[in-house]
């Protein structure tokens, strides 16, 4: 997850407003965005629509 928001920075507030703050947690250090999504239990497709909307999802 850290590398991730390193390389779209658009996803930390994403998460944020669902209120995940993965830019301060220490777990984002080996935490994958699978992890996150089955931790709290995200729809991953409409997740990934949000970044595309944002023109962040490479």
Not at 10 to 30: E, F, K, P, W, Y
């Amino acid at each position: 997850m850290a590398q991730l928001i390193r390389e779209n920075p658009q996803l930390a507030g994403i998460l944020r407003n669902r209120g995940i703050d993965c830019g301060s947690c220490l777990a984002s250090q080996v935490d994958t965005l699978a992890d996150v999504v089955r931790t709290y239990n995200l729809d991953l497709g409409e997740l990934l629509l949000e970044l595309e909307r944002l023109g962040t999802a490479g």
